[in-house]
């Protein structure tokens, strides 16, 4: 299965700022996903990530403040724009297993916005 | 109501316990069910995977569907103070890649030695 590294690990962010979160996979994906996991809570599916198209949002989700870039076949970022303490939380990306099986995920970005 | 629902714990158990966790689900269209492990301050990792009803084994897991009463279980036998870890389970309705997969919220568990 791929290898996903993910930076930054952790951060503790102002509430008004941004942050880019990187995703580096070890292999050429076509799709990659984003996700959060809010406290005590599922995971919940961001974005889908496309190389070449504009990324698929899910309902809850908007573009202007989960923007996503994808250069490339094995990278991908996503930037928490105009944060605040709602968006702490841990983002974790992925990219699919082979066929139906499930996906392999990074270490994640444990934020903190104060 | 949630697509999938997971009793989130904690539960905590003795070692060599045998440990039973479990999610049920409302949409009858999934049909490929996941277990997840996930350890502090790390990404989920994939533990076990299977098709429709049925049994799966895996050493000492056991994955359980059976989609007649929308209802999956992760048995661990013998567990162990490294089986300590929030266990999550996943499903989703396609065979593609581009499958959106929905998550239970996580059972958190612990063996103490």
């Known amino acids: 299965s791929a290898v996903i590294s993910q930076k930054p690990s952790r951060d503790i962010c102002q509430r008004g700022t941004s942050l880019t979160i990187q995703c580096q996979v070890d292999s050429q994906v076509t799709m990659m996903f984003w996700y959060r996991q809010q406290p005590g809570q599922s995971l919940t599916l961001i974005a889908t990530a496309n190389q070449g198209s504009e990324a698929t949002y899910e309902s809850g989700f908007v573009i202007d403040k989960f923007p996503i870039s994808r250069p490339n076949l094995t990278f991908s970022t996503l930037t928490v724009s105009n944060m605040s303490p709602e968006d702490s939380s841990i983002y974790l990306c992925s990219v699919p297993g082979q066929g139906a099986r499930g996906y392999t995920f990074g270490s994640g970005t444990r934020l903190t916005v104060v | 109501q949630k697509e999938v629902e997971q009793d989130p714990g904690p539960l905590s158990v003795p070692e060599g316990a045998i440990v039973s966790l479990n999610c049920t689900y409302s949409?009858?269209?999934?049909?490929?069910f996941m277990w997840y492990r996930q350890y502090s301050r790390k990404g989920p990792e994939l533990l076990m995977y299977?098709?429709?009803?049925g049994n799966k084994e895996d050493g000492r897991f056991t994955a359980q569907v059976d989609k007649s009463s929308k209802y999956i279980s992760l048995f661990i036998r013998d567990s162990q103070p490294s089986d300590s870890a929030t266990y999550l389970c996943?499903?989703?309705?396609?065979?593609?890649?581009?499958?959106?997969?929905?998550f239970g919220q996580g059972t958190e568990l612990s063996v103490k030695p």
């Open positions: 299977t098709y429709s009803s």
């Open positions: 949409n009858s269209a999934f049909q490929y």
């Open positions: 996943a499903m989703k309705k396609e065979y593609n890649q581009g499958g959106k997969l929905i």
